[in-house]
Structure formats: C-alpha cells, structure tokens
C-alpha cells in the first residue's frame, strides 16, 4: 500500500501510544494524530471536498498542519502546502492556479485567507483546523489509492509565476521511502524539523517519520540557536535536517564548544553545499552525528546524496543518485556524457513528478521522452559534471533563479513587484555569493526623475508584496543599469560589480 | 532610584529605536507593544536574530553565549531590556 494515508493508518495500527508529534507544548500520539486526521477528514467530506479536489493548507509548523496535510489526504484530496508568510496577491494566485476548493489555516492567518478568497472563486470553504481536527468522528470516502494526486507543492518558476508541481502518492512515498534508507532511519528516531512544512525538506521530515513510525519535533522555525540546542538536548533528537544557513549560525553561535549530546546520529544539509569551514565546524561541535550532503528538487524531491564516509574523499560532490533511481550527466540528446565533461542532469525514477499544474509548457520543457512510450526523464535545469567513479557535481544552473536560505526566488517575480513601486523607472534583481545567505538578494533601481525613493522604502514595499525570504537583502538606487548591445539589462556586468571587493572607505 | 528609572527609560527607548529602523520598518502595519514576540509578529526571522545579537553584543560590549539566544532574552522589546539591563 504505497500512499501516505496508509503510511499514518499503520504507524497508528502498529504502535497507538507511540509518540509522533512534539510541537511546542503540544504532544501527539500516532493513534491521536490517526484520529485527528479522521476527524478532519470527515469534515471536509461532510463539506463535499472529495477524491482529487485541491485543499491548500496555509499554516505556520505545529501540530495542525500535520493534522491539516494527512486530514486532506484522507479526504481523497490532494493539499498545496503555503509558506504562512505568504502575501494576499500571490496566495490567490495560488488559489486560483490549482483551482482550490478549500483552505485550512487558523485564527492568525484567516484575515489573509479571507483576502485571498475573494479574488480565488474556486474556494468554497475556509477551515479552521483545530476546530475541524477536534470535530466528532464520521463517515470517509475511500481511502485514496497510489496513482491519485496527493500534493502539488509550488515552487519559484523562472517565468516569475511560481509553478505546481504535481506528485502523486506513489511519488512521494517512493521518495520518502527512498530516503529513509539511505539515511539509515530508525523506528526510534526523534527528528527536529526547523524549516517550514512548506517547504519540501520540511515537509518531508514529517512523511518520512509517519512512515517510519518514528517521532517528529517541529518547531516554527529557527530564530533562537539556544532554543535548537535545548531541543537538541531535552527531546533527545537523533536527526537535524538542515540547510547551510542554519548550520552556519549554529556553529558561530557555538563557537567550539561541543554541547553534550549523545542522542544525535546524523545532520542532514541540501538546498546548497556546505562551505568546508561548515563542515569542519559541524564536526567539531557535533562529533557523533554522520553529515550527509544531499541535492534535489521539488520536481522529483531528492536526486542524490553523498555517503558520509565519502564527505573528506570529495567533499565538493552532492554525491549518487538516491536508491532506486538513476541520475546522469546527459548531451542535448539526453544521453550520457563521459566523466569530467559538463552538461544538465537527467533523473529517472519513481519519484518524479507527473508535471507542472496547468501549464504543458513548462512540463514538457522538464519532462522528456523516456527510454519506453510511457516513460518520461526529468531534465533539472542544473548542470552537472560526474567524476570518474560516478560522483556528481553541481556546476551551475540553466536559469537564473537566485538560491537564498536554500530556498529558489526568481529575479523576475521580485522584479515584477518592485515595477510596481511608485516611482520606479527599472528594476535588476540577481543573486549574490554570501557566506551566510548562500545568494543575496541584490536589487538595483533606477527610479523616475524627482521620484523620491530610499532603500528602505522599497524593501518595505517589497515585503508588502512578498514571502519573507524573498525580500531583497540589499536595495542599491543607480542612475542607469548597464546594457547589453541589444538593449537589455546586463546582468552579468552587475553581477560583476555586485561580486568585486567592496570601494575603498570613505 | 528615580535614575534607574530614568537609564531604564533610556535603554528601553534605544532598544526600540533600534528595532524600529533595522526590522519594523518592513512591517508598517505592525504594532509592536513592548511586551510582543518578535517571532510570534513575524518581525524579526532567524538571520534578523543573528543580526540583533550582534547588535546588542557590538552596542552594549555583552558577550552573549549561544545558549543565552532564546525567546526569553531576546523576544521582545522588554526581554532585550531586561536582558542587557542584567548583563551590562
């Protein structure tokens, strides 16, 4: 039984009393968690949300979402997790793209669903989830088989518009499974996820445990370094998935002290690589625990990762494909390239999805002829080279979508905003080398004569307009961008600006 | 007395101002009371603490220990005061 319901209904059958949720003060077994989504569940069927219908799931990490995801699924329905930080605009761009019967959110964030709602007719219900999960028990439809759709997650498009991405139960619960294998988790494991269930390493920590049966401590995010290591140490967590900005603030903020904690067996980092300094400081304050480097995306979830012990043998490498699939540097033909040579990465396997929501375009850009009729190969848009052994590295990207916090912003969704802005004339907006950051959110601005604009102003009109972490880290206001000889923006000129050594002082 | 009160008044203002022109001023429909979670607001994020940790440890010349950076000392307005009240 490949599907995510069945995952939660037999972690539930097999250990009831067993732990699934921490989150805040708030614990959950399997069997109230189970309950829980039934409950949800029933309500939304009672409310005539059925088998393939849309729930978008807008709410911050804790217990109700995880109610609000498996409730949904049990439901027949297929959920689009929203980051909570999402603005009206956008939200009901989403509403309206993946045609959204219903929205589950809380007390907090249901002025902002109500806004969205006006603009997205599709929806026909806003939930509040706790209530919903606390509703009396009913009657369920038919619980939801491999090939249905069980989620479309969006992700930043280079377009602009953010594009879902359509997987089916048997995509997720293959690549769940797939990695819970190679990182060799346990029924005993305890795994703190800090990043967003929005996003899907977030959201694969909790299907990845309710398949496991293991227990997952979510928090709503990673602010507090003192507040992770009390986690750290009193929930006895074994796995912290995490991406390098979060390491990095971990380790400065640590220094070199190693906290006792004996419980920790494994780190798990994507979205970009670790600096080796990182990795050095990982070691040093976390001894016990095995690094994993990791690559994917939303489109198949993961493509590789890199067996710990090879992390000092080629620490630049994102490592093999995940078990099960293939992965290969491919020619334009999609074929094989010989070792050493650079060219996009092709993924074949169970995990990939079934394509972008509406828009054949864009799909059939991504997804290409496989080596039988029914197949199709996902193209990922990176470039890659192997070594000789078969490692993969990460070269560059085909698009120029910025990766920030190890989350994807495109350029032209914040430039589309900030054309919006009074006063401005044109707008660049690229991704900057940043230690921390990974890429910097770096926007140039040439506003209208006698337009009064500061930076300030514009980052705030940005963050009116935007999900947090697309806000730009920096609003630079020139006189003239340069061009190139057809006109257009030149953006590797201000990429080169953005990267030389900062003036001398003043 | 009286000038504690009025180095609190001081510090308390400073804080304020400090969050006011480096976070707040993203989130012009917030109203920030005193006691209100930075996080809770969706204010400040975790790179915002970062820089908030260095600001209070640059400002003030307190050395802030990893452990220390919680909600508890960090959160709100009246945890910053509190907080470099205690250490400084």
């Known amino acids: 039984m490949t599907t995510l319901d069945a995952d939660l209904r037999r972690a539930a059958a097999t250990a009831p009393g067993k732990q699934a949720l921490v989150a805040g003060e708030r614990r959950m077994t399997y069997a109230e968690l189970d309950a829980a989504a039934s409950a949800l569940a029933a309500r939304l069927r009672a409310l005539g949300v059925g088998r393939g219908d849309r729930v978008a799931i807008l709410l911050p990490n804790g217990a109700d979402a995880a109610i609000a995801i498996y409730g949904a699924l049990r439901a027949g329905a297929a959920f689009t997790p929203l980051n909570p930080t999402i603005k009206a605009d956008k939200l009901a761009y989403v509403l309206r793209d993946c045609e959204a019967v219903a929205v589950v959110t809380d007390a907090a964030l249901a002025p902002l669903a109500g806004a ?27 619980a939801p088989i491999s090939v249905d759709l069980a989620a479309i997650v969006y992700t930043s498009g280079s377009t602009g518009r953010p594009k879902g991405v359509t997987l089916t139960h048997a995509n997720m619960a293959f690549a769940a499974g797939s990695i819970v294998s190679y990182l060799e988790m346990r029924t005993d494991d305890r795994i703190l996820c800090v990043v967003p269930l929005s996003f899907d390493y977030g959201l694969y920590q909790l299907l990845m445990c309710v398949r496991l049966g293991a227990t997952l401590i979510l928090e709503r995010g990673f602010a507090f370094p003192g507040r992770v290591l009390e ?52 070691r040093a304050v976390f001894p016990g625990a095995r690094l994993h480097s990791m690559y994917g995306l939303t489109e198949c979830k993961r493509v590789s990762w890199l067996p710990p012990e090879q992390l000092d ?87 120029d979508i910025i990766k920030s916090r190890g989350e994807k912003v495109a350029p032209r969704e914040v430039e589309a905003v900030l ?31 006698g337009a009064a604009l500061t930076p300030a102003a514009l980052r705030r009109h940005c963050a009116t307009h935007l999900e947090d972490y697309m806000v730009p880290a920096r609003v630079e206001l020139r006189d003239t961008l340069p ?21 001398a002082p003043r | 007395m009286e000038g504690t009160e009025r180095v609190e008044a001081g510090l308390r203002a400073e804080l304020r101002a400090y969050v006011e022109e480096a976070f ?22 975790s790179l915002g603490f970062v820089e908030l940790v260095e600001e209070i440890q640059g400002r003030y010349g307190i050395a802030v220990d990893a452990l220390e950076i919680t909600e508890e000392n960090f959160g709100s307005i009246d945890a910053l005061v509190a907080f470099v009240e205690r250490r400084r």
């Open chain 1, 116 to 142: 969205a709602r006006a603009q997205a007719p599709s929806v026909r219900h806003v939930l509040d989830a706790a209530e919903a999960a606390a509703g009396p028990a009913g009657p369920l439809p038919p």
């Open chain 1, 231 to 282: 986690l750290l140490r009193d929930e006895r967590v074994t796995g912290l998935p995490a991406v390098p900005t979060i390491f990095q603030v971990l380790t400065v903020a640590l220094g070199d002290r190693a906290p006792d904690l004996p419980c920790l067996r494994f780190l798990t980092n994507t979205a970009a690589a670790l600096a080796p300094a990182t990795i050095e400081a990982l």
């Open chain 1, 313 to 399: 043998v080629r620490p630049e490498s994102v490592g093999i494909p995940i078990p099960g699939t293939q992965a290969w540097v491919a020619d334009a033909d999609g074929d094989p390239l010989p070792a050493g040579e650079v060219g996009e990465l092709l993924v074949r396997g169970a995990h990939v999805m079934q394509g972008y929501w509406n828009d054949p375009e864009a799909t059939a850009d991504r997804l290409r002829p496989g080596r039988w009729p029914w197949e199709r190969v996902l193209a990922t848009g990176d470039l890659f080279r192997a070594d000789a052994e078969g490692y993969l590295y990460f070269v560059g990207r085909r698009d």
């Open chain 1, 419 to 449: 054309h919006a802005a009074e006063g401005v004339r044109t707008a660049a907006v690229l991704g900057v080398p940043d230690p921390l950051l990974g890429e910097a959110i770096v926007a140039y601005v040439v506003p209208h004569e």
């Open chain 1, 483 to 503: 061009t190139t000889p057809n006109g257009k923006v030149d953006r590797r000129a201000l990429a080169r600006e953005a990267e030389a050594p900062a003036a």
């Open chain 2, 24 to 45: 707040l001023y993203l989130h012009p429909d917030v109203e920030l009371g005193d006691g209100d979670g930075f996080l809770e607001l969706g204010i400040v994020d």
